[in-house]
Structure formats: structure tokens, C-alpha cells
């Protein structure tokens, strides 16, 4: 038998409730959670229910699991109801009530040994949407608006079980599974036999290029409450057992379906409901393409699998024959639409008027943009991209179209995450002012930061970008030092100071490197001066360091600072090999300099399995420099040093930086640092690298022209080259690369000394299927290159 319909016989035909004794889930809830009062058990399909009535007049849902429930679903329930208080505490949900050990889940052994979950939620008063009055237009306006706002809430949430089976989720298309066609009825396999055509063949393939999430997945008149039976307000949703990871609009899409099946459903009220949603939660074109047609699917899933639990099961309950027909009107009645006039007003609803509303001209706005800004300022791409929207690891132009964001690293946590942009909002509407006021905010922060760094860099300057951070920490280091002298690689980038633009070795020619100024070869194992299998070539490199060192001592500068930017970004992206960093920081601390670890591009996780790039090394520097994903798009910069190199500095200079370290900025950084602690930021970086890490390797062996793959987690340069013999950097067919994957909608960017690498460092949150996006994409271009 098929695979699909194992799966789901066992799963989800099945249930086996759990039939535990009243008395005896009265002693375990006063024991566990020390609460008593009145219990009414509650209808449940998978769960033995009961409303916990307590004596101080608070309402609980004791749920008891099936034997043999996954503990995955279940905390993957938990955790989104966990996510729903945190970042939409206004939004109507259970909140799960902790057991008096902080336990969110406790075990119960039932008298046959079977052993199940027990929760305890909140109660949510309401009355269920399928309960008094039909609903009306203004109730599924609500009703679709509140779906939204839910969406809005679960965004951000990760979890290991959020792609699990659930039989109902229409990405699935479980109703082109022969296993399933095998139990469906005359009537319906020829009412669908098209439709099912066309969802292979339009519809799926289109699913996985979609902006995806966890969705509720179960929009339906039972899960959403009304204040009362005559009411058109919706106080709350409950039943989250169908949550899964799937296109966002999906979700609408099953509320449209949901509602469809009453009576009164009409296209009219489908688009009322797709325009509250949308104003809500904007809807993207690709998503009003799909809508239709994924509302359809809903429906046709919801048709084959009560024929299944018709046909499938023992003793099918009888409501499943009652409701049939309804579900067989609403397809019948959707089906007959036409399908470009339901498009059409769909997108109406959502403001689109013809196919592109809003043609910009693109070519004035640069030419205002020369006039304004000057000459000096670049654009990326021949065709430049204006965006107006971003979200996740997405980006929208002015004329709809979606950008897979595979560059950006400065909106480390995603674009807009809403926990970020609700503190910078929240703390923004509060006060912001400066570090010569006492506030809470910047000192938390502080410790928050300086706590993810070894023992002893416990002390941080708050300053706005990453160029400010570099410039402070040479001032620091000259200061502490008595030496003037900088060392850095050869085509290094730092930032834009008078003193940090020096530094920036790619900006210039050599030959007006200050005297100050001393660089190392890139320790570059594909083109340099020692090559990959070299022995030690870690050390062989590192050993340029004492050269330099001795070039500063005859110009009497003395060394002062060894800058070092640990991923090597301007060179092409490159890790340090072994030892490179232990021999260079001792190196030049014995020249009585510091060791400056510039973490502005490889912090915060970018390469997966250290929080920082020098922890990879058996290293601790003198001094760290923090920018770009610090504040996810906000700007914040920071030094972190040592106590001691901090006391040297203040017994000369004092310090201010009017805007460093405000109390928005310091509000935003830590709910960067919350969302890194709660969202599985780091393992997910780890699980895309490493489809990254295969995907870019094949592609090398099957592309002449991508000779090195280079990088870690979410940083990765593929160096172009004409010839594998000499290396020669295809500059011309890079920039083509890029492009054309512009135009394929994928935006990545271009770095090296020659410009030759193709450089692919995206929001932190790029999951494992963008990652499989990008391949393809990849794939595309290289084979028109
Ligand atoms: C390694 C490194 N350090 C410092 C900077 C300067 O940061 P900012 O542009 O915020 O001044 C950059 C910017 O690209 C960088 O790549």
C-alpha cells in the first residue's frame, strides 16, 4: 500500500483518546498544578478533554494526549502558543499554564500502563463561530482578519516538528495519492478529475517559491470564537493540532474553504475576506495567484479524506455523511467560477488595479538619485532593483515582485521581524536620549552582549556603525599601546574614517598607504603565494605578520594594532586556516600591539556552529568590533575590550557618541540577541550551510568556471575564473552570474580583490529550502554563463 496512506491510516484515522478516570485527573491537576474546582469534559477528536472550572472563577482546558501522541507535536503546539504570548500578547490564544515543577507538559500513567501528555491551558470565553447566528459578512471579515493577525503572531517561530505530517496540509495533495483515489467516490473523483490535473501541473510546482511560515492551519467555524452567538467580534482561536510549516497563504485559503461550506458563502464573501486579511497582512502577487486554486485544494482534500474516513474506517462517525454533501455544493459551486474573474477581484480586493498599479519610473528616480546624492554613490545590478518591502528573507520591488534575499546580512534576524521592530517601536514611542543619562537599557544590553564573549571582554562602547567601531578601536589601541602602527591584509575592508579608510586597503592604491600602515598577504589558499595541501599553511601565512611588524619598528611607528576582519569578506571570503590567528595575535601582542578582531562580518552566528569568528581559533583578542547584524537593519556599532585596556584609555580620554548606545538602539539590539536566544537561529544557519555546503560543492564539479568554493554556514564565495590552470578571475562572467540571477529573482553580490567571487551571506533565518532555491537558481545561471 502507498506510503502516503500508511501514514495516514496509522496517524490519523486511528485516534486512540486517552479514557483516564475523573478522579483521577482531579488528584494529578492538584497535584501538579495545584489547582481545583469543577470538571466538564470537552469534546475532542484526538485528546481527552476537560474545562477545569476553578475555584478562584478561572477556566482551564485539562488535555490529556493519546497514548502514543509524538511528543514532537506536542511541543511543537506548546511552543507556539509560548511564541503567541510573547510576540502578539494582544492576540486572543491558550497560554499554557506551567505545572508547579515549570514543567509545560506532565506524564500520566493510565491503569492499562499506557503513559500520555497532560497540558494545561487557559480557557479563551467565547462562543465557536459554528454555534448561534450564521455568519454574516462582518464575522467573516473578522473572522479572516483574525486568521491574519494570527499569522502576523507565529511569524518567526521554528521548530524541529514544524514540517510533520498532517494529512490536511494542501501542499501535501494528499488527494493525488493513489492510496487515497482508491477510497474516493465516484462522484467526486469525476467532479475533481481536471482540477486534479491542474494542480500538478500549476499549482504545486509553484508552492515551494512561496513566503512560507508556520500557519494554524485550521481557520474553521469551530476553532474561532465569538463574543457571543449573536456576535460578529472574533475573541480568540483554539485548536492549534493542525499546525504546519507551509506557504502563508495557505492559511487563508483554508478559512476561505472553511467558510465555504456553509450555505452562504458567496464569491462575495470570499474577497470580503481576502481584502480584511490583506489588510492585515499585505498579500504578495504570487499568493493571489495561488489563492483560488490552493481554496479549491482545501476543499478537495477535505472531500477525499471524508470519503477515506467513510469508506476507510470501521464505524465512520455519522457526521461525516451529514456534512459530505455541503463540502460536494461548496466545491461544485467554486469549481464553476471563473477562474481569471476570481483572480482579478482578489486582486482588486488587495488594491492591485490592472497588472503592475504602481509603474515607477525607474529611470527618473535614478536620475533624481544622481542629481541628489552625487556621482559617487553605486547601485548593484544592470537593471538596479528599488524595494519598497522586506520581510524574512524576502525582498519587494515597487512592482510586486519578490527577491529571494541571499546578500544581506545587515537584517541578520530577517527583514522587519516584528519582535525587533515592535521594541524599536515600543522604545521609541517611550523616550530615546543618550549615554549621559542613566538608563536601563544600554547596561542590560552591555552585559547581554559582553556575557556571549570569553572571560574577560566584559567592557563596551556603543557607537553606530561598524567604521566608527574600527576607528575607536585604533584610537584605543594607540592609546593603550604608545604605538601608532596598523597592520591589516592587503585588499582588507574596515569602513570609511579618514583613519579606518586607510586601513581599507581595497579603496586605494598602495602606493598612498600612509606610513602608518603595514599589510599581510590574505591568507589565501586557492591563489595566494601558499596553496591548499601546503603544510602548515596557516602558519606560513601568519609568519607576514612579523615582516610587517618589522616595517612599522624601521619607520618608528611600533605596531599598535593587528586589524584583522576574521572571514577575510573583502578577499574573497576566506577562513583562517590553523593557527593563523594564534601565531598573529601573539605575534603582535609581543611587538606590544593589540590583536583587533573585526567581527562586523563574520558575528552573530553567520557561520553556523561560534557566535564569533575567532572562536574558532584558540584565541581571545584584545579588542572586538561589532557592526552590520547587530541591530538587524538599525544602526549600532560596538567596541568590546578588557577591563584593564578600558581603565588605560579613560586615564586619557573620556568618551561620548551622541546617537551610540541611545535606548531605542539598545532596544533593538537586544531583541536581536532574544530572537538569536529563542528562534533556533543558530541551528537553522547550521542545517542551511550544510545544504549550501553540498548543493555549492556539486555545482563546482559540474561548472569549470566555479573553481573554489569557500565558506561556512551562511557565508560562501564561489570564485569565478576563466581557467581551472590559471586562475585568471572571470570578472566579466561573474557580473553576468549575478545578474542573471537578479533577473531570476535571487539577489546575491560580488567581492575579491578582482571582483571574480560571487559572494552568497543572506538573513540568518535563509532556511534549508531557500538554500535549495538559491542551488537551482544557481544552477540556472551557470548553465547560461
Ligand atoms: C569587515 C568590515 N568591517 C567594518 C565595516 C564597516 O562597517 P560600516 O559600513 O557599518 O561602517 C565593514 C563594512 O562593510 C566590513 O565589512
Known amino acids: 500500500m502507498n506510503v502516503a496512506f ?34 466538564t469534559p470537552l469534546e475532542g477528536e484526538r485528546d481527552q478533554n476537560h474545562r477545569v472550572a476553578a475555584a478562584d472563577g478561572r477556566s482551564y482546558v485539562l488535555k490529556v494526549s493519546a497514548s502514543g501522541e509524538s511528543e514532537g507535536a506536542v511541543d511543537f503546539q506548546v511552543a ?133 511560515q508556520v500557519v494554524h492551519g485550521d481557520g474553521h467555524a469551530d476553532n474561532l470564537l465569538r463574543a457571543g452567538p449573536d456576535s460578529d467580534e472574533i475573541v480568540g482561536a483554539i485548536d492549534f493540532g493542525d499546525m504546519v510549516h507551509a506557504p502563508l497563504v495557505q492559511d487563508l485559503a483554508v478559512t476561505l474553504a472553511s467558510f465555504a461550506r456553509h450555505g452562504t458563502m458567496s464569491l462575495d464573501n470570499a474577497v470580503a475576506q481576502v481584502e480584511a486579511w490583506n489588510s492585515v497582512l499585505p498579500l504578495g502577487d504570487d499568493e ?38 455541503d463540502i460536494v455544493r461548496a466545491l461544485t459551486k467554486f469549481l464553476a467560477l471563473d477562474r481569471d ?48 518591502r522586506g520581510e524574512g528573507t524576502w525582498l519587494y520591488d515597487a512592482e510586486g515582485r519578490r527577491y529571494l534575499d541571499c546578500y544581506n546580512n545587515v537584517a541578520s534576524v530577517g527583514h522587519c521581524h516584528p519582535h525587533v521592530v515592535a521594541a524599536l517601536s515600543r522604545q521609541a514611542a517611550t523616550l530615546n536620549t543618550h549615554t549621559r543619562y542613566l538608563h536601563d537599557n544600554v547596561v542590560r544590553y552591555a552585559e547581554r552582549l559582553t556575557a556571549t564573549m570569553p572571560a574577560d571582554l566584559r567592557v563596551c562602547y556603543f557607537v553606530c556603525t561598524g567604521t566608527e567601531a574600527n576607528d575607536l578601536a585604533i584610537r584605543i589601541a594607540r592609546v593603550v599601546t ?125 557561520t553556523g556552529d561560534e557566535m564569533w569568528g575567532f572562536r574558532y581559533a584558540d584565541v581571545v583578542p584584545d579588542i572586538v568590533t561589532l557592526g552590520k547584524p547587530i541591530g538587524d537593519g538599525h544602526p549600532i556599532g560596538a567596541v568590546v575590550t578588557t577591563p584593564a585596556i578600558a581603565a588605560k584609555f579613560a586615564e586619557k580620554f573620556s568618551y561620548f557618541n551622541t546617537f551610540g548606545g541611545n535606548p531605542v538602539s539598545a532596544a533593538v539590539g537586544m531583541a536581536v540577541l532574544d530572537v538569536l536566544e529563542r528562534e533556533g537561529i543558530q541551528q537553522n544557519v547550521i542545517a542551511a550551510g550544510k545544504v549550501l555546503e553540498a548543493g555549492l560543492g556539486q555545482l563546482a564539479a559540474r561548472y ?27 570578472v566579466a562572467d561573474a557580473d553576468r552570474i549575478m545578474n542573471l540571477l537578479r533577473e531570476d529573482g535571487f539577489l546575491l553580490g560580488r567581492t575579491g580583490a578582482f571582483d571574480n567571487v560571487i559572494k552568497i551571506r543572506p538573513p540568518l533565518v535563509f532556511t534549508p529550502e531557500n538554500a535549495r532555491m538559491l542551488l537551482d537558481g544557481l544552477d540556472r545561471a551557470l548553465g547560461r554563463v
Not at 501542499?171 to 467532479?191: C, F, M, N, T, Y
Open 80 to 212: 507556539a502558543l509560548r511564541h503567541l504570548e510573547r510576540q502578539a500578547p494582544d492576540l486572543p490564544a491558550p497560554r499554557v499554564v506551567a505545572s508547579q515543577a515549570g514543567r509545560d507538559v506532565e506524564w500520566i500513567a493510565a491503569a492499562d500502563g499506557t503513559r500520555h501528555m497532560l497540558r494545561l491551558l487557559s480557557w479563551i470565553p467565547g462562543v465557536p463561530v459554528s454555534q448561534g447566528r450564521p455568519p454574516g459578512v462582518a464575522t467573516l471579515r473578522n473572522v479572516a482578519a483574525f486568521q491574519a493577525r494570527l499569522a502576523c503572531g507565529l511569524r518567526g517561530l521554528f521548530h524541529a516538528h514544524a514540517r510533520h505530517f498532517v494529512a490536511w496540509d494542501i501542499q501535501r495533495a494528499l488527494i493525488l495519492d493513489p492510496g487515497i483515489q482508491a477510497w474516493v467516490a465516484e462522484d467526486a473523483k469525476s467532479l475533481l478529475a481536471e482540477f486534479n490535473q491542474r494542480v500538478s501541473r500549476d499549482v504545486l510546482p509553484r508552492l515551494p517559491g512561496l513566503r512560507a
Open 704 to 730: 569549470p568556471l566555479v573553481a573554489d568554493v569557500r565558506g561556512k554556514g551562511l557565508f560562501w564565495g564561489l570564485e569565478i575564473v576563466r581557467d581551472r590552470e590559471s586562475r585568471a578571475p572571470a
Open 482 to 606: 604608545g604605538q601608532e602602527g596598523v597592520i591589516v591584509s592587503d585588499d582588507s575592508y574596515h569602513g570609511n574614517s579618514n583613519v579606518v579608510g586607510a586601513a581599507s586597503t581595497c579603496m586605494y592604491p598602495k602606493a598612498e598607504q600612509p606610513g602608518w600602515l603595514a599589510t599581510v598577504p590574505p591568507p589565501n589558499g586557492f591563489r595566494g603565494e601558499y596553496r591548499y595541501g601546503t603544510p602548515d599553511l596557516g602558519l606560513k601565512y601568519a609568519a607576514h605578520i612579523d615582516t610587517a611588524i618589522a616595517r612599522l619598528d624601521e619607520r618608528k611607528q611600533g605596531a599598535a594594532a593587528w586589524l584583522c576582519d576574521v572571514i577575510f569578506d573583502s578577499n574573497g571570503t576566506i577562513l583562517p586556516p590553523g593557527g593563523y590567528l594564534e601565531y598573529t595575535a601573539r605575534a603582535i601582542r609581543a611587538a606590544g600591539g593589540l590583536f583587533i578582531a573585526d567581527e562586523v562580518q563574520s558575528g552573530f552566528y553567520r
Open 341 to 388: 474573474e476570481v483572480h482579478e477581484r482578489y486582486r482588486a480586493a488587495c488594491g492591485r488595479v490592472g497588472r503592475w498599479p504602481q509603474a515607477i519610473d525607474i529611470a527618473s528616480l535614478r536620475e533624481r538619485r544622481g542629481r541628489a546624492l552625487g556621482p559617487s554613490y553605486r547601485l548593484f545590478y544592470e537593471r538596479p532593483v528599488h524595494l519598497v
Open 288 to 325: 493571489l495567484e495561488v489563492l483560488h486554486d490552493l481554496t479549491l485544494l482545501r476543499l478537495a482534500t477535505a472531500l477525499c479524506l471524508y470519503d477515506v474516513r467513510i469508506h476507510a474506517t470501521e464505524k465512520p462517525a455519522a457526521w461525516l455523511a451529514e456534512e459530505r454533501p
Open 6 to 39: 500508511k501514514r495516514l491510516s496509522a496517524a490519523d484515522l486511528n485516534f486512540n483518546p486517552a479514557r483516564l478516570q475523573l478522579e483521577r485527573l482531579v488528584a494529578f491537576a492538584r497535584e501538579h498544578w495545584g489547582i481545583e474546582g469543577e470538571f
